[in-house]
């Protein structure tokens, strides 16, 4: 029997804004070692060493913000929660009235999302649309939820699924760029005492741990990054991934194009920011998590319960 990790996702409770001081943190420990320590000095040297520096500050910058911006748009952004008073359009249709019944027949009911068959949530007592889980930290069903993320204390989901990925891809890039900056200061920290080193072992000490953290991020997040990538392509959630041994094979995969526009919208100037525009999001349902296309429905007609 498969270990269910997600069960255990309650004890994140605990966790709570800590993460996000502690992401902070980080960053500001980053900017310490790479602006103050290396790079910001360098401007006032004139010459290649501050055209260099330049660069390098310019691109950090960019990126910093642009890693803020996607971070705390995960972080603020409602995921997606299931309207009060949802109900599957098909048991409407039958107009019977026995949505207990229904509930209580539905073999998927809280288990395989990919089913077209009314699935019921018994924690919350409603419906649960295609797609959508129970998260334990939240206490509510989330719309296409990937999973709870610790470090930014909330769901990924429909609605904010898109940043969650800018997120990864623009720590990656700022990490990369961190350590491929500090790297020729890092060298130093291994330089032989016989040498001329005119910068404090504090700065050395500070630079050595930020190129090890920055280093260790990017690879970690890259491997993120890429699985992520992967579920993108085949229009699948993480969770979904996860119950793969009842679902082979996405029933939302409506091949890479169109499962790339159901995260990232159709306007390619805004593939790169965390926002959507108002005409993606009135012509492209699935961006507010209720509205999926399906092979099953493109193939031929859902048949009622």
């Given at each position: 029997m498969?270990w269910n990790?997600?069960?255990?996702c309650s004890?994140?409770?605990?966790?709570?804004s800590i993460?996000?001081?502690?992401?902070i943190?980080i960053?500001?420990?980053t900017y310490?070692?790479l602006?103050?320590?290396?790079?910001?000095?360098?401007?006032?040297?004139?010459g290649?060493?501050?055209?260099?520096a330049?660069l390098?500050?310019?691109?950090?910058?960019?990126l910093?913000?642009?890693?803020?911006?996607s971070?705390f748009s995960?972080v603020?952004t409602?995921p997606g929660?299931?309207?009060?008073g949802?109900?599957p359009?098909?048991d409407i249709?039958?107009?019977?009235?026995n949505?207990?019944?229904?509930?209580?027949?539905?073999p998927?009911s809280?288990g395989?999302?990919?089913?077209?068959?009314v699935?019921?949530?018994?924690k919350?007592n409603?419906?649960k649309?295609?797609?959508?889980?129970?998260c334990?930290?939240?206490?509510?069903?989330?719309?296409?939820?990937?999973?709870?993320?610790v470090?930014?204390?909330?769901c990924v989901g429909?609605?904010?699924?898109?940043s969650f990925?800018?997120?990864?891809?623009y720590?990656f890039?700022?990490?990369?760029?961190?350590a491929?900056s500090l790297?020729?200061a890092?060298?130093?920290?291994?330089?032989d005492?016989?040498?001329?080193?005119?910068?404090s072992?504090?700065?050395?000490?500070?630079t050595?741990?930020?190129f090890?953290?920055?280093?260790a991020?990017?690879l970690?997040?890259?491997?993120?990054?890429?699985?992520h990538?992967?579920l993108?392509?085949r229009?699948t959630?993480?969770?979904?991934?996860?119950?793969?041994?009842?679902t082979p094979n996405?029933?939302y995969d409506l091949g890479?194009k169109?499962?790339f526009?159901q995260?990232f919208?159709r306007d390619k100037?805004?593939?790169?920011v965390?926002l959507y525009?108002e005409e993606?999001?009135?012509?492209?349902?699935?961006?507010?998590?209720?509205?999926?296309?399906?092979?099953?429905?493109?193939?031929?007609p859902?048949?009622s319960?």
């Amino acid at each position: 029997m498969a270990w269910n990790v997600f069960k255990f996702c309650s004890a994140l409770r605990a966790l709570g804004s800590i993460m996000i001081l502690f992401v902070i943190g980080i960053i500001g420990f980053t900017y310490y070692a790479l602006v103050l320590v290396n790079y910001g000095p360098s401007l006032l040297l004139g010459g290649l060493d501050s055209f260099i520096a330049l660069l390098v500050l310019a691109l950090f910058h960019f990126l910093l913000v642009m890693v803020l911006w996607s971070y705390f748009s995960v972080v603020v952004t409602d995921p997606g929660g299931v309207p009060p008073g949802w109900r599957p359009e098909l048991d409407i249709e039958k107009g019977d009235g026995n949505e207990a019944a229904i509930a209580e027949a539905s073999p998927l009911s809280v288990g395989d999302s990919s089913s077209h068959i009314v699935r019921h949530c018994r924690k919350c007592n409603q419906y649960k649309p295609p797609r959508s889980h129970h998260c334990s930290v939240c206490g509510r069903c989330i719309l296409k939820m990937d999973h709870h993320c610790v470090w930014v204390v909330n769901c990924v989901g429909a609605r904010n699924y898109k940043s969650f990925l800018l997120f990864l891809f623009y720590t990656f890039l700022e990490t990369t760029v961190v350590a491929v900056s500090l790297f020729p200061a890092f060298l130093v920290f291994f330089t032989d005492g016989d040498d001329e080193i005119t910068v404090s072992l504090g700065s050395l000490a500070a630079t050595f741990i930020a190129f090890i953290l920055n280093i260790a991020f990017a690879l970690s997040v890259l491997g993120f990054l890429i699985m992520h990538i992967m579920l993108v392509a085949r229009n699948t959630t993480t969770i979904e991934a996860y119950e793969k041994y009842t679902t082979p094979n996405s029933p939302y995969d409506l091949g890479r194009k169109a499962n790339f526009e159901q995260v990232f919208g159709r306007d390619k100037m805004y593939w790169f920011v965390p926002l959507y525009t108002e005409e993606d999001m009135k012509r492209l349902p699935a961006l507010g998590g209720l509205d999926f296309r399906s092979r099953l429905e493109e193939s031929e007609p859902l048949q009622s319960l």
